[in-house]
T-cell receptor, first 117, second 111 residues
Framework: DTEVTQTPKHLVMGMTNKKSLKCEQHMGHRAMYWYKQKAKKPPELMFVYSYEKLSINESVPSRFSPECPNSSLLNLHLHALQPEDSALYLC????????????????FGNGTRLTVT | GQNIDQPTEMTATEGAIVQINCTYQTSGFNGLFWYQQHAGEAPTFLSYNVLDGLEEKGRFSSFLSRSKGYSYLLLKELQMKDSASYLCAVSYNNAGNMLTFGGGTRLMVKP
């Protein structure tokens, strides 16, 4: 079992809906990430929060809005999505803050499989 | 972006050894990770290399040559449960844990 918990596991939404994806970790990790993964493709970085501050936004459309309420929680708010946004959305965390020169592994959640109709 | 290349698919026999190669652009290289991902599941961390040489962890080993921009993941005594995608991921430009992933290698282990 992963120590990064994501809810919901599956989500189907229409293009006019507003929904949120949630991610939680209690390992005391300093950085949290959102990745998007299409079928048979590698994960693509979307956002990075380091010490609860947004440090990276990889040119993600504004219909995706991240939020980090505290050091253990990370949300991704979705609004007016397109069918091509259907994918597996992975949350990850790492012990060290993002952007430091030393590395610690990413711990991934099991993801939310999103379908936009 | 940084090109990270690995074979798309490989097939091997249960009990055998398989080597999955990964090449990457060396400019700004910081470190290299290998992850395993079973279908429909999260990627799980396997190994990390920052210096040249071999890192061994049970049945899995990972090798790095920084000057050649080359790494491989070696899986010994293959088991059916090793059938999965193996992702090579690189950290660049002192960006710490912000990884660029290769396309992944889908390994199929046959009896």
């Amino acid at each position: 079992d992963t120590e990064v918990t994501q809810t919901p596991k599956h989500l189907v939404m229409g293009m006019t809906n507003k929904k949120s994806l949630k991610c939680e970790q209690h390992m005391g990790h300093r950085a949290m990430y959102w990745y998007k993964q299409k079928a048979k493709k590698p994960p693509e970085l979307m956002f990075v929060y380091s010490y609860e501050k947004l440090s990276i936004n990889e040119s993600v459309p504004s219909r995706f809005s991240p939020e980090c309420p505290n050091s253990s929680l990370l949300n991704l708010h979705l609004h007016a999505l397109q069918p091509e946004d259907s994918a597996l959305y992975l949350c990850a965390s790492s012990q060290d803050g993002a952007g430091v020169t030393y590395n610690s592994p990413l711990h991934f959640g099991n993801g939310t499989r999103l379908t936009v109709t | 972006g940084q090109n990270i290349d690995q074979p798309t698919e490989m097939t091997a026999t249960e009990g055998a050894i398989v080597q999955i190669n990964c090449t990457y652009q060396t400019s700004g290289f910081n470190g290299l990770f290998w992850y395993q991902q079973h279908a429909g599941e999260a990627p799980t961390f396997l190994s990390y290399n920052v210096l040249d040489g071999l890192e061994e962890k049970g049945r899995f080993s990972s090798f790095l040559s920084r000057s050649k921009g080359y790494s491989y993941l070696l899986l010994k005594e293959l088991q059916m449960k090793d059938s999965a995608s193996y992702l090579c991921a690189v950290s660049y430009n002192n960006a710490g844990n912000m990884l660029t992933f290769g396309g992944g290698t889908r390994l199929m282990v046959k009896p």
